[in-house]
Protein backbone atom coordinates (compact mmCIF):
# COMPACT_ATOMS: atom_id res chain seq x y z
CA UNK A 1 0.00 0.00 0.00
CA UNK A 2 1.58 3.59 -1.07
CA UNK A 3 1.79 6.25 1.45
CA UNK A 4 1.51 9.71 0.54
CA UNK A 5 2.61 12.68 2.84
CA UNK A 6 0.45 15.73 3.20
CA UNK A 7 1.96 19.58 4.39
CA UNK A 8 0.78 20.27 7.92
CA UNK A 9 -3.08 21.65 8.14
CA UNK A 10 -4.23 24.98 9.43
CA UNK A 11 -4.53 23.17 12.70
CA UNK A 12 -1.49 21.42 12.90
CA UNK A 13 -2.13 18.38 12.47
CA UNK A 14 0.47 15.98 10.24
CA UNK A 15 -1.62 13.69 8.08
CA UNK A 16 -0.64 10.40 6.08
CA UNK A 17 -3.16 10.02 3.45
CA UNK A 18 -3.66 6.65 1.78
CA UNK A 19 -6.93 5.21 -0.13
CA UNK A 20 -8.28 3.20 3.24
CA UNK A 21 -7.65 5.25 5.93
CA UNK A 22 -6.03 8.52 7.52
CA UNK A 23 -4.12 8.81 10.58
CA UNK A 24 -3.32 11.98 12.17
CA UNK A 25 -0.96 12.72 15.04
CA UNK A 26 -3.66 13.48 17.75
CA UNK A 27 -4.72 9.67 17.42
CA UNK A 28 -8.32 10.63 15.50
CA UNK A 29 -8.64 8.24 12.73
CA UNK A 30 -11.06 8.88 9.30
CA UNK A 31 -12.26 5.92 7.41
CA UNK A 32 -12.96 7.01 4.20
CA UNK A 33 -12.41 9.16 1.31
CA UNK A 34 -11.54 13.07 1.25
CA UNK A 35 -14.03 15.01 -1.24
CA UNK A 36 -12.48 18.18 -0.66
CA UNK A 37 -10.64 20.99 2.19
CA UNK A 38 -13.46 23.30 3.32
CA UNK A 39 -12.74 26.42 4.95
CA UNK A 40 -14.90 26.56 8.00
CA UNK A 41 -13.31 28.03 11.17
CA UNK A 42 -12.57 31.92 11.02
CA UNK A 43 -9.75 33.59 11.11
CA UNK A 44 -7.78 30.37 9.84
CA UNK A 45 -5.85 30.53 6.52
CA UNK A 46 -8.71 29.93 3.55
CA UNK A 47 -7.84 26.59 1.42
CA UNK A 48 -8.70 26.01 -1.73
CA UNK A 49 -11.08 23.13 -1.94
CA UNK A 50 -10.09 21.16 -4.70
CA UNK A 51 -6.31 21.31 -4.18
CA UNK A 52 -5.93 21.65 -0.23
CA UNK A 53 -3.51 24.23 -0.70
CA UNK A 54 -3.75 27.56 1.51
CA UNK A 55 -4.56 30.60 0.44
CA UNK A 56 -2.76 33.58 1.49
CA UNK A 57 -5.33 35.18 3.64
CA UNK A 58 -8.02 34.15 6.60
CA UNK A 59 -11.49 32.63 6.28
CA UNK A 60 -13.97 35.96 6.92
CA UNK A 61 -11.07 38.44 5.34
CA UNK A 62 -12.00 40.98 2.20
CA UNK A 63 -9.54 38.81 -0.19
CA UNK A 64 -11.66 35.73 0.51
CA UNK A 65 -13.88 37.89 -2.05
CA UNK A 66 -11.77 37.37 -4.96
CA UNK A 67 -12.57 33.52 -4.88
CA UNK A 68 -15.67 31.65 -5.94
CA UNK A 69 -17.19 30.57 -2.68
CA UNK A 70 -20.01 27.75 -2.53
CA UNK A 71 -21.35 26.00 0.43
CA UNK A 72 -22.12 22.15 0.59
CA UNK A 73 -25.58 21.88 2.91
CA UNK A 74 -26.14 18.59 2.05
CA UNK A 75 -24.59 16.41 4.84
CA UNK A 76 -22.92 13.69 2.97
CA UNK A 77 -19.08 14.88 4.35
CA UNK A 78 -17.99 15.31 8.05
CA UNK A 79 -16.15 19.06 8.70
CA UNK A 80 -12.58 18.02 7.48
CA UNK A 81 -14.77 16.95 3.96
CA UNK A 82 -14.72 13.35 4.57
CA UNK A 83 -17.53 11.35 3.08
CA UNK A 84 -19.40 9.54 5.79
CA UNK A 85 -19.35 5.72 5.16
CA UNK A 86 -23.26 4.75 3.67
CA UNK A 87 -23.89 2.08 6.37
CA UNK A 88 -23.50 5.00 9.29
CA UNK A 89 -26.68 6.85 8.70
CA UNK A 90 -24.27 9.75 9.78
CA UNK A 91 -25.00 13.28 8.33
CA UNK A 92 -23.32 16.79 9.12
CA UNK A 93 -25.98 19.29 10.30
CA UNK A 94 -23.44 21.95 9.39
CA UNK A 95 -22.12 23.59 6.29
CA UNK A 96 -19.03 23.24 4.50
CA UNK A 97 -17.56 26.11 3.26
CA UNK A 98 -15.99 25.43 -0.25
CA UNK A 99 -13.02 28.32 -2.13
CA UNK A 100 -12.41 27.82 -5.50
CA UNK A 101 -10.29 29.84 -8.33
CA UNK A 102 -13.14 29.91 -10.36
CA UNK A 103 -16.78 29.10 -11.08
CA UNK A 104 -14.93 26.77 -13.38
CA UNK A 105 -12.71 25.09 -11.14
CA UNK A 106 -16.22 24.30 -9.16
CA UNK A 107 -17.71 22.84 -11.40
CA UNK A 108 -14.74 20.59 -12.58
CA UNK A 109 -14.05 19.24 -9.15
CA UNK A 110 -17.90 18.70 -7.90
CA UNK A 111 -18.99 17.50 -11.27
CA UNK A 112 -22.13 20.36 -11.27
CA UNK A 113 -22.63 22.69 -13.73
CA UNK A 114 -23.90 26.73 -13.99
CA UNK A 115 -25.44 28.64 -15.96
CA UNK A 116 -23.08 30.30 -18.97
CA UNK A 117 -24.86 33.83 -17.57
CA UNK A 118 -23.79 32.95 -14.19
CA UNK A 119 -20.02 32.32 -14.61
CA UNK A 120 -19.70 35.82 -16.86
CA UNK A 121 -21.25 37.85 -14.31
CA UNK A 122 -18.85 36.23 -11.51
CA UNK A 123 -15.73 37.04 -13.93
CA UNK A 124 -16.80 40.52 -14.64
CA UNK A 125 -17.65 41.45 -10.87
CA UNK A 126 -14.00 39.95 -10.55
CA UNK A 127 -12.77 42.34 -13.26
CA UNK A 128 -14.26 45.19 -11.76
CA UNK A 129 -12.57 44.81 -8.40
CA UNK A 130 -9.64 45.12 -9.58
Not at 41 to 57: E, H
Not at 95 to 118: G, K
Request: one cysteine or more.
Amino acid sequence: MTTYDNDTTNDGLYEMFNEDKVASRNGSNKNGRRRYYPSNKPQSLVRNAQTGIPYSFNVGSKEQQQLFKTVDTTGVCDEDGYVFPRQSNTSNPNTNHLFYDTPEQCMTHLRISFERSFIEKWHEARREQL
